[in-house]
């Protein structure tokens, strides 16, 4: 079979793993020198981008259980790259912050973050990125609303969104 008509029905799942794969190699390799692994990298951009916010609202950020999002905290905290503090409004949730040497890594790291999100999304113009969204966001509420089904009912996955837009 021609490799354009194979590649036309490859299993969309298929796809979206070897993207995420890709991805984790790309990162991995960017940011091994650090002693990071890619969910660290993860987590270390998202409270650069959301400096302040709860474990929950990290976790959420970027898709990610809050048990697994717990744990790299806990790892980051014991290299003294982010503190957790009482939020002052609510003394049952914590706020997850950088460290002055968490700042300092995190900046680069975000400047590696957004060449990966560039590398990733070049040659799309905004109405064909805004489609791939989308179209991702209808693959997650897909899969939900499968495994939902599956388990008889119940809410969504852990670390899944509602939003589909």
């Known amino acids: 079979m021609p490799k354009q008509l194979l590649s036309q029905h490859e299993p969309i799942g298929i796809l979206i793993g070897a993207v995420r794969r890709r991805i984790k190699q790309v990162v991995a390799a960017q940011v091994r020198h650090h002693g990071l692994t890619p969910q660290q990298f993860l987590v270390m951009v998202a409270v650069h981008e959301r400096g302040g916010g709860s474990l929950g609202e990290i976790a959420s950020h970027i898709r990610m259980d809050q048990p697994t999002a717990s744990r790299i905290v806990t790892a980051l905290m014991k290299r003294s790259l982010v503190r957790i ?3 002052p409004g609510d003394r049952r949730r914590a706020r997850i912050f950088l460290t002055p040497g968490g700042k300092t890594l995190a900046k680069e790291l975000h400047t590696v973050a957004k060449e990966i999100r560039a590398a990733s999304e070049a040659g799309f113009d905004a109405e064909e990125r805004d489609a791939l969204r989308s179209l991702l ?3 997650i509420a897909n899969i939900d609303r499968y495994e939902r089904e599956r388990r008889g009912g ?4 852990p670390g899944s969104r ?3 837009g």
């Open 85 to 87: 503090d009482e939020d």
């Open 137 to 139: 966001h209808a693959v």
């Open 154 to 157: 119940g809410g969504p996955l």
């Open 162 to 164: 509602r939003n589909t």
